[in-house]
């Protein structure tokens, strides 16, 4: 036996054809990121605003409790960009970058 490659072996150019939860998945991640950009907007525009999520936090542990938020949800995006670059088709990248806004917004 030679190293000859098979007959059935996937081709580089074989496609797969997107799924309606596909779909769904790129809906959401488009929503998600609009969402994102408002709230980092939103963070800029009123630096010292306490936000939704005071509920008997004092003005400086809530505003501290956004950026917090702000900063660990940008790195869950940037790392759920990476994952959907290094690795496309995985649906671990779209999902970490909509969990990444969801926690932003927290």
Request: no cysteine; proline share 6%.
């Amino acid at each position: 036996m030679t190293g000859q490659p098979s007959q059935k072996a996937d081709t580089p150019g074989d496609s797969v054809r997107p799924t309606l939860g596909t779909y769904f998945l790129r809906g959401l991640l488009v929503l998600s990121l609009i969402l994102y950009a408002l709230l980092m907007i939103d963070l800029v525009l009123h630096p010292l605003g306490a936000g939704i999520g005071v509920s008997g936090f004092s003005l400086n542990a809530a505003t501290a409790e956004r950026y917090i938020s702000a900063f660990i949800g940008t790195g869950t995006i940037v790392l759920g960009i990476f994952i959907m670059r290094r690795v496309p088709g995985n649906l671990i990248g779209p999902l970490l970058i909509i969990w990444g806004a969801g926690y932003t917004g927290y």
